[in-house]
């Protein structure tokens, strides 16, 4: 089975650049949720989506990131305009709504901000 | 969710079983231990997680204490493969939050 599909692995663009990445979770999973890893804070979770709905963006850093799910198979993570204190790994996970079922996360991406 | 310890690295001779604590002394009732690690440049991979029994299966085994203040996950035979940091998080059932703190990175010595 395939696993969290996230495009691209890497990405290096100069600040004030749109940056769109990009997730497909696990078919069948109806959670989805996007994290940030750096190592001054870590993984921080951002935002997450049940049923495509946004259920907690309180951890969106500021009107600068947006996410949407437009389907069930497909998400986006933007930032605009970007900065280079965005620069991080940008991580999706899946699963699906029944209790206690584990988060499964793509390889995320490498943003670099310059 | 509760907060959870613990220790920053461990070394682990290959082919020796991996024991990794952690310590949640403010665990709920209702709060699962999940285990989690990473391996360099991949996402976090989901190992195991349990309640107040103890779990097995293919990849580890996960002791809880009986008053689930702490857990240990073991790692039976250790490979190199099995260097990573180790994430040990406290969830509420019904919230599907994961809140990672900074982990265990463990090393597997030849």
């Known amino acids: 089975d395939a696993g969290v599909i996230q495009s691209p692995r890497h990405e290096v663009t100069e600040m004030g650049q749109e940056v769109t990445l990009r997730c497909k979770p696990i078919?069948?999973?109806?959670?989805l949720f996007w994290y940030r890893q750096t190592m001054m804070r870590g993984l921080e979770l951002l935002i997450y989506?049940?049923?495509?709905?946004?259920?907690?963006d309180s951890g969106m850093p500021e009107d600068r990131f947006s996410a949407k799910m437009p389907n069930a198979s497909f998400s986006t993570l933007k930032i605009q305009p970007s900065e280079p204190r965005d620069s991080a790994v940008y991580f999706c996970?899946?699963?699906?709504?029944?209790?206690?079922?584990?988060?499964?996360f793509g390889d995320g991406t490498r943003l670099s901000i310059l | 969710d509760a907060k959870t310890t613990q220790p920053t690295s461990m070394d682990c001779a290959e082919g020796r079983a991996a024991n990794l604590p952690c310590n949640h002394s403010t665990i709920s009732g209702n709060e699962y231990v999940y285990w989690y690690r990473q391996i360099h440049s991949q996402g976090p991979q989901y190992i195991i997680h349990g309640l107040k029994n103890n779990e097995t299966n293919e990849m580890a085994s996960l002791i809880i204490t009986e008053d689930r203040k702490s857990s240990t996950l073991i790692l039976p035979h250790a490979t190199l493969r099995d260097t990573a940091v180790y994430y040990c998080i406290v969830r509420l059932d019904r919230n599907e939050k994961l809140t990672f703190g900074t982990g265990t990175r463990l090393t597997i010595i030849p």
């Open positions: 989506f049940n049923n495509n709905v946004p259920i907690d």
């Open positions: 996970a899946s699963t699906t709504d029944s209790i206690n079922q584990p988060q499964h």
């Open positions: 078919s069948g999973h109806n959670s």
